[in-house]
């Protein structure tokens, strides 16, 4: 017979980090650069890989990882696994400033999209993978 005692899972202090498999690592770090303006904070190399990690704001880090077996395949989010990720930003406003960022850049994006819960402003990196910057409502 099941207890009916509640346990209390273990905490989790938030998203540490988050690793993307990228095709170019090369191409991947000079896009990530351009989007978020700063190069990247630390790298690895070795066991098969090669990473470059980037310090978000927040405390949350962002790894690119190039591996020595090419993946087979663009990103897709139809398949199990990652379907975006998701950075948040503090206003509205601030996504407003992202469009002249990103278009300064001249990466492409689909604009603002204003929904119930925030607003959203998309892009792709280099293979294909999504990125939102978000802000709730």
Same mark, same amino acid.
């Given at each position: 017979?099941? =207890? =009916? /005692?509640?346990?209390?899972? $273990?905490?989790?202090?938030? @998203?540490?980090?988050?690793? *993307? +498999?990228?095709?170019?690592?090369?191409?991947? /770090?000079?896009? &990530?650069?351009?989007?978020? #303006?700063?190069?990247?904070?630390? =790298?690895?190399? #070795?066991?098969?890989?090669?990473?470059?990690?980037?310090?978000? $704001?927040?405390? +949350?880090?962002?790894?690119? +990882?190039?591996?020595?077996? $090419?993946?087979?395949?663009? !990103?897709?989010?139809?398949?199990?696994?990652?379907?975006?990720?998701?950075?948040? /930003?503090?206003?509205?406003?601030?996504?407003?400033?992202?469009?002249?960022?990103?278009?300064?850049?001249?990466?492409?994006?689909?604009? *603002?999209?204003?929904?119930? &819960?925030? =607003?959203?402003?998309?892009?792709?990196? $280099?293979?294909? @993978?999504?990125?939102?910057? !978000? /802000?709730?409502?």
């Amino acid at each position: 017979m099941a =207890s =009916s /005692v509640e346990r209390a899972a $273990p905490t989790i202090g938030g @998203v540490h980090h988050v690793a *993307i +498999t990228v095709r170019d690592l090369d191409a991947s /770090v000079a896009f &990530y650069e351009r989007l978020l #303006g700063a190069p990247p904070a630390a =790298s690895l190399e #070795g066991d098969g890989l090669r990473r470059r990690l980037f310090a978000l $704001p927040g405390g +949350t880090n962002l790894g690119l +990882t190039q591996h020595d077996v $090419p993946p087979d395949d663009d !990103f897709s989010p139809f398949r199990p696994g990652l379907d975006h990720l998701g950075l948040g /930003v503090e206003s509205r406003d601030e996504l407003v400033r992202w469009v002249h960022h990103l278009d300064a850049e001249g990466i492409a994006h689909d604009g *603002i999209v204003d929904v119930e &819960y925030g =607003s959203a402003l998309s892009i792709k990196d $280099p293979d294909g @993978v999504a990125l939102e910057l !978000f /802000v709730g409502a």
